[in-house]
């Protein structure tokens, strides 16, 4: 069911009913669901996941010395991804094909990326934190997990950059469901 909406496991489900996927392996498979969110929902990645498909690309192509400019990273950030991170790459490895000088511009990225929306968003430094619209819990949790990572993982010391006490820091990170690992 190629371009299904439905979750996998739903999909799965269907499949053992129909009798077409064994139901002893869906029950093996089904004990650890893990859910990816879209890239959409991670813009944050977006930048690290284009550096990285900007090297392979470069390889590939035999070229060196290009980099990413700031407001092509801005408009990468901006657009919603439907594609997901195989869109990214694509984007990625269209641009190292068409740009001109050593940095990438926005005008070297595929035509979708050159809508007037896309523009103005990628110019609002913002637009990386709220081109989404997210609720301001989400903004909390955007931020929570941004500190932890700043900190290294240290909760003392990210108490202390929020300034906050560490017992409120641990509610918050139990509060939006933060894994210990993250």
């Known amino acids: 069911m190629p371009g299904s909406s439905r979750p996998p496991i739903a999909i799965l489900k269907h499949e053992v009913k129909a009798g077409s996927f064994r139901e002893d392996l869906f029950y093996r498979l089904s004990v650890v669901t893990l859910r990816v969110p879209p890239l959409s929902e991670r813009r944050t990645d977006i930048p690290l996941l ?4 900007l090297r392979e690309a470069l390889e590939r192509n035999g070229r060196s010395h290009l980099s990413l400019g700031e407001e092509t990273v801005r408009t990468l950030v901006a657009y919603d991804w439907p594609g997901n991170v195989r869109e990214l790459e694509s984007a990625i490895e269209y641009a190292v094909l068409h740009a001109r000088g050593h940095e990438v511009e926005p005008e070297d990225l595929p035509e979708k990326f050159q809508t007037p929306r896309i523009k103005a968003t990628a110019r609002s430094p913002l637009s990386a934190l709220f081109g989404d619209l997210p609720s301001l819990d989400e903004l909390e949790r955007r931020y929570l997990l941004h500190v932890l990572e700043a900190a290294g993982g240290n909760r003392t010391r990210a108490a202390e950059i929020m300034g906050i006490d560490r017992r ?10 933060i894994d210990a690992a993250e």
Do not use: C, S
């Not at 409120?168 to 469901?177: D, H, K, N, Q």
């Open 50 to 53: 284009a550096e990285r498909f």
């Open 168 to 177: 409120t820091l641990y509610r918050m990170i139990e509060r939006y469901g």
